[in-house]
């Protein structure tokens, strides 16, 4: 492997390697918030991170970074875990930043006793006035010199609960003049008097993200922290604060950014997500339109779809938006290897073929998949009534319409050659029903000169009698915007797509009969197919993961 070849953050480990770390040294590790569910920007960092670990046999952590009680859940935890593992990772340990409150309170006081960090109890308007801008700087506190013993106390009645919400905070103290404002003496704690999931109401002080995110890559000796670029800044202030409590001889954790990956047509932002949710946009997290890895899963795509998608776009350093087309393609071309194609018909016409006996019917064999002979073949019935789509039907048509019009023939996928006689319409002129009669002769696999006869045109199909009704949700776009969470004078839930799914019954071939939630299929001619958990025996339902090509009119 060429240096080349790997990508940014890659190189910055290979180089490490060379200065001195070796691969024992190396620990990684993902970091999500449990205040809502993966989504698919979040697969970029897990590929990134879980690949590094395959890649150099280092172990990788799932760290839940779990500081702020008022938004986070277990359930959270269990979704985010159940999609890690069914992206087909393993992590080392299972990690949780509560679970070092103790550690962190202790380094705290830590700092105070070297004169690094004091308790402030000014109102938050007032600090926020004496933060300057960035091309101001900012005024000291007058709570900033506060002796030890008097910070002492105060942030131990902090812990002990005597004071409400937002009425005090630590704050480190560093530097009120500094160009990185995140460096003018920033909160490392808060008041808050609520039960957080995992610790209960042992705390009522809570520390900051900055705090506490590079003193848990420090505890567990992470060598590489790779995080997205909105975080670039506070790199300072994670040295900073790594410079407060190193030992020498240890693992010193190495922060650096790469790009967010932001995917058209939608929003990659649990916040923005959990309103979609909360609103009833969707049906829950899970929806098979949402871009979450669980909305993913439902609506029928692979683990190794994603991941090659994410692989795909790699690692980059600037923000930057990749159209859903480019997820749509990878799924369909790992569908394409793997699934059983099979017929269902969406959109129901009715066609009696006048010359097959009436109360006939026979089996037909269809082969499962050309990709894939392991797949086999199934038994598909025949009779005198059958469906065709709507739309492969026109009483007269130009050269070019290679389906089928009256007087023309086509062949029916896995069957007979037919050719249109007449039609019935109603009484708008919408046709209801094609008269046709069919080759008895030309039976696809009979080998005889009629079955290798060359039509233009196949069409897929189903026998009336034997036809089940499935419930079918077809999904589009979320957002009718490309990128709706960019406009400056509009909300993103103003681009909501009124028309994201649409519910319709059509008619599958039997052999569907028992297929299983999670099942997925090619119904030939309309795209990728997978049965919803919604699904009941006698009840089918399915999701259309993907057209067949690219449809969506740019
Ligand atoms: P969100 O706004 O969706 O909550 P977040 O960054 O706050 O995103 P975390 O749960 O903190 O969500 O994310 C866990 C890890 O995944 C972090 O390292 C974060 O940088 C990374 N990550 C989150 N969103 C993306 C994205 N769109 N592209 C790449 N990495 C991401
Ligand atoms: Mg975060
Ligand atoms: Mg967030």
New binding site residues.
């Given amino acids: 492997e060429t240096s080349k070849s790997l990508n940014f953050i890659e190189q910055i480990v290979a180089e490490d390697l060379q200065k001195g770390y070796t691969e024992k040294d190396l620990r990684f590790r993902?970091?999500?918030?449990p205040?809502?569910y993966l989504?698919i920007?979040?697969a970029?960092?897990i590929c990134l991170n879980f690949g590094l670990g395959l890649k150099h046999n280092a172990p990788v952590n799932l760290r839940f970074?779990d500081t702020n009680p008022a938004k986070e859940e277990q359930r959270f935890v269990d979704a985010i875990k159940r999609d890690v593992e069914w992206l087909g990772f393993k992590w080392d340990t299972e990690r949780y930043a509560s679970d070092y409150f103790q550690q962190l309170y202790d380094w705290a006081v830590v700092l105070i006793k070297k004169g690094k960090a004091y308790v402030d109890d000014q109102s938050s308007e007032e600090m926020a006035k004496q933060k300057g801008t960035p091309t101001e700087p900012g005024t000291e506190s007058p709570n900033r010199n506060r002796s030890v013993e008097e910070n002492l106390a105060l942030f131990e009645a902090m812990k002990n609960g005597e004071f409400e919400e937002g009425s005090h905070v630590l704050r480190a103290k560093i530097d009120m003049t500094s160009s990185n404002m995140l460096m003018r003496d920033p909160i490392m704690y808060r008041v808050l008097h609520k039960a957080h999931h995992r610790t209960d109401t042992n705390w009522c002080i809570y520390p900051m993200y900055d705090w506490t995110h590079g003193e848990s890559d420090y505890i567990e000796q992470v060598s590489h922290s790779?995080?997205?670029l909105e975080f670039a800044m506070h790199r300072e202030l994670y040295d900073w604060f790594l410079d407060q409590v190193y030992e020498a001889d240890k693992v010193r954790p190495k922060q650096r950014e790469f790009a967010?990956?932001?995917l058209s047509h939608t929003v990659?932002?649990?916040?923005k997500l959990a309103q979609l949710v909360e609103q009833n946009i969707v049906n829950g997290w899970d929806d098979p339109r949402m871009p979450t890895i669980s909305g993913l899963r439902r609506r029928g795509y692979t683990p190794e779809s994603i991941r090659n998608f994410a692989d795909t776009i790699g690692i980059a350093k600037r923000d930057n938006l990749i159209d859903v087309s480019l997820l749509e393609f990878h799924v369909r071309e790992h569908l394409n290897k793997i699934v059983p194609r099979v017929m269902g018909v969406l959109d129901p016409l009715k066609v009696v073929i006048t010359n097959y006996p009436e109360g006939q019917e026979e089996w037909l064999t269809a082969e499962n998949s050309p990709e894939d002979e392991a797949l086999g073949t199934r038994e598909v019935p025949f009779s005198r009534e059958i469906y065709i789509e709507k739309a492969d039907f026109k009483e007269a048509a130009n050269k070019k319409f290679f389906r089928l019009k009256l007087g023309h023939e086509v062949r029916l996928k896995n069957g007979y050659i037919i050719k249109a006689e007449s039609c019935t319409k109603d009484a708008d002129g919408n046709v209801v029903e094609v008269q046709c009669t069919y080759d008895p002769k030309s039976k696809s696999g009979s080998g005889t000169e009629e079955s290798l006869r060359k039509v233009k045109g196949t069409l897929h199909w189903v026998s009336v009698k034997h036809a089940i009704p499935a419930e079918i949700r077809l999904y589009d776009r979320l957002f009718t915007d490309e990128s709706p969470d960019t406009h400056k004078d509009k909300d993103f839930m103003e681009f909501i797509n009124p028309n994201s799914l649409e519910v319709i019954t059509g008619y599958v071939e039997p052999s569907l009969a028992t297929a299983k939630p999670q099942e997925r299929f090619q119904f030939q001619r309309m795209g990728y197919f997978c049965v919803d958990p919604d699904s009941q025996p006698g009840k089918l339902v399915f999701n259309r993961t993907v057209g067949l090509r690219d449809s969506w009119a740019k």
């Fill in positions: 993902f970091p999500p918030e205040n809502g989504h920007g979040h970029s960092s970074d790779f995080c997205t967010r990956r932001n990659v932002s649990k916040r």
